[in-house]
Each structure stands twice: as structure tokens, then as C-alpha cells.
């Protein structure tokens, strides 16, 4: 037997990143089930709202962080399934079957991250209660839960919504109150995008991120991670678990099947940590700014003399305080950084090798593959085999040259070379 052929609805903003996810977890689910399903989704659904429930089909999944989405399908005759936040309580949810993103659990995973890098003070920037974001309300309740639980002291912003008429008051409001955080402070945004406003703030005001200030936000919006000059940590929430859960249950109830009302809880899926919270317990104001200066600039080629210029003192004063504080040398944190920068870019895109060279400050090509090539850290074989594609892409060659073929000269016979040795390592290392 066949299932009957149904009209789905999705009412989502294809222009927000955790909407489409939600709606790409719908589209697993059709595949991994092999639905009969016609999917319906208006690239601006609002255009139609006032006629929505002449068009719903057989069955909706909606966004209910929507407050208005939520009142139009208050009596709707369909099955239907919201999508949104959790509630701390019960009687908040609304009286559909909802599939939630456990806020809670969000907050705590950025909470306990900071923590698990020696962070003891923390603060909360959220969004004010005008803005009728449910979720955002219960992100801060979970942070005030939290810090009382552990007796920490923290702090809440809300701050301004943010529009290009008001953009530059709400940001000096919040470096006001950023000025106000004591050094080592830990900051969790209620977004990515209040993230990045904070990572704006502080590079104005000449803010060390994550020297003085921790930030870290949640949603981890692929898009515009790269916006920021200081790469961002955030939490990922299952938005594409959500869909999938969500689509789920309502083939559940389109097969009429009896339920009390669902709610089903979605946990976030990791923080991804990056630059803005790559903390490290410093006490020296002279190696915290050489620190915040090698971050900032090691991949446009400085060697340690631009950075006891920087600082103003002594190359053995600061040798002796890095030795001290970092247990390393200035030359080789500049280094470190370069490295880091490149084993980045490997796993994260698709950029040519000889363009991941420059971008990281490598004075040549061939210096930059020794370099890589010495590195325990990118001795992975999956950095490995990144290379080695790369350095045959842009050699134009599909296989290192084989004994008997004629070898190019200059820069590619020394890539040609390198593949081999990398392929060498990868087969000893497999």
C-alpha cells in the first residue's frame, strides 16, 4: 500500500540561516522515508498572510517563535507541528505539538565552555524585552539560572535592537558597558549577530579579544563567521534535527495516529571554538599586548622586532616575561599562530595552496610547505591529503611525475617533490 499523496506546508524565513536548516532537516526526513509528500514554501509567505489558511494543505510546520504566525493557526483544522525555542515553563508553550530548541542546554554549552578555559566571571548580552523574542528572554533566564546555581557573578546587557538609523548610538551604549567589564570577563551573546556587535565594540575601543574579553555567541551561522576579524565561537543548535523531528511527527499525526501533546526537547549539537575564546590566564599587560599584536598581525609577515615595537621594551625582557607567562618564545607563538591560520583554511575552504601561502605570510611557497610539512598539528591524515590535492591542482597534475616522465622545472618539480613526500607519509602513516 501506497500512502496518500500530502500537501505539506512550511511556514519559515528562507532568509535566516536556522530557518533553512530547520527546512533541510524536513527534506532529510522526506528522503530517509520516501514520503508522499507535495511540500509547499512561499519565498515570502507574509505577501499571502492574511488568506494563510486558504492554502495550508494537509498538514503545517510552522516557526512558533513567530507571535503572529502562532495566532493566525490558533483554529486551524490541521495537523500541525511548531518549531521554536523551550520554555522554562510548562504553561508557556503553545497548544500545538512543538518540537524546541532546548535553550537551556544552549546557554549552558556556552557557559561551561568558558569555564573549561579558567573563565570565573561572566556576562550576558541579550536583546530588550521590546523586541518580543521569546527565546532570547529565556537565554537570559538560563544565564541568571546558571551563575546563581554556580555563585558566580553575572552580569546582563540587553541593549538596543539594532537598525542603520540607530546603529551607531546602540554600539557606543554597548562599548559603555563593555567598559565597565572587569579584565577576563566571559561574554555569551543571545546570537552570533549580538556576538559580532561586541567583537565590533571592542576592536574600537582597543579591547584584547580573548586577552581581556571572552566572547562566544549561539547559532553558529556558517555565512558570517568570517565577518569578524577575530574568528567567533558559538554554540550549534540541531536546527536540521528539529526539521527532521518535526517532519517525523507529523507523518505521524497525517496517519491519524492517537498522541497527548508532544514535546520533544533538541540539544545543541557543539560549540565551536575558535579565536574569541582561546583564553589563556595572562597577568602581564606587556605580554597581553604582545599577544592581542601577534594574533592580529603574524600572517602579514612581522617578525619579533615589530612586536617589541609594539610593546616598547626590551628583547630580553619580553623573552624572559613570554618564557614566563606563555612558556614559549615570541618567534615561536608568531609561528604557531601562521600555522594555525593554515590548518584552518585547509579544513574550512577550498583556497589554492600557493593562496593560503600568502594569505598566512609565508615569504614563499616552498618555505610554506616545509613549514607544513614539519608541523606535528597538520600531520593529520585528512590535512595530509588536503595538501596533497592542492599541490596537484595547481601543478595541473592528477599524480606526482613518475620516474620516467619529464619533470617540470622551478616551482613545480618542488611541488612534484613535495607530493611524493607527503604521499610517502600518508602511506606509512594509514
Known sequence: MFDKRHRITLLFNANKAYDRQVVEGVGEYLQASQSEWDIFIEE????????IKEWLGDGVIADYDDDDIAQLLADVDVPIVGVGGSYHLAENYPAVHYIATDNHALVESAFLHLKE???????????????????????????????????????VYQGLETAPENWQHAQNRLADWLQTLPPQTGIIAVTDARARHVLQACEHLHIPVPEKLCVIGIDNEELTRYLSRVA??????????MGYQAAKLLHRLLA?????????????????????????????????????FIRNHACKGIKVEQVLDAVGISRSNLEKRFKE???????????????????????STTLAINEISQMCGYPSLQYSIRCLKRSRSLRRRSIAT???????????????????????????????AAIRRWLSWYIANK
Not at 232 to 241: D, E, N, P, T
Not at 325 to 347: C, M, N, Q
Open 325 to 347: 607567562e606563555v612558556g614559549e618564545t615570541i618567534h615561536a607563538l608568531i609561528h604557531a599562530e601562521k600555522l594555525e591560520k593554515a590548518r584552518s583554511l585547509l579544513i
Open 386 to 416: 588536503s595538501i596533497v590535492k592542492r599541490c596537484c591542482s595547481l601543478s595541473s597534475l592528477q599524480m606526482p611525475c613518475k620516474p620516467d616522465s619529464v619533470a617540470p622545472s622551478g616551482t613545480q618539480n618542488y611541488i612534484c
Open 44 to 51: 515570502d509567505f507574509r505577501a499571502r498572510i492574511d488568506n
Open 256 to 292: 491519524r495516529e492517537e498522541m497527548p501533546l508532544q514535546r520533544i526537547l533538541v540539544p545543541p549539537v557543539r560549540v565551536i571554538a575558535r579565536r574569541s575564546t582561546d583564553y589563556r590566564s595572562l597577568t602581564d599587560p606587556a605580554v597581553i599586548q604582545a599577544m592581542h
Open 232 to 241: 567567533l565561537s558559538s554554540v550549534a543548535q540541531g536546527a536540521r534535527q
Open 117 to 155: 578555559k579558567g573563565v570565573n566571571r561572566f556576562a550576558f548580552y541579550g536583546l530588550p524585552d521590546s523586541s518580543r523574542k521569546h527565546w532570547a528572554a529565556e537565554r537570559e533566564y538560563a544565564f541568571r539560572q546558571l551563575v546563581a546555581e554556580e555563585k558566580y557573578r553575572g552580569v
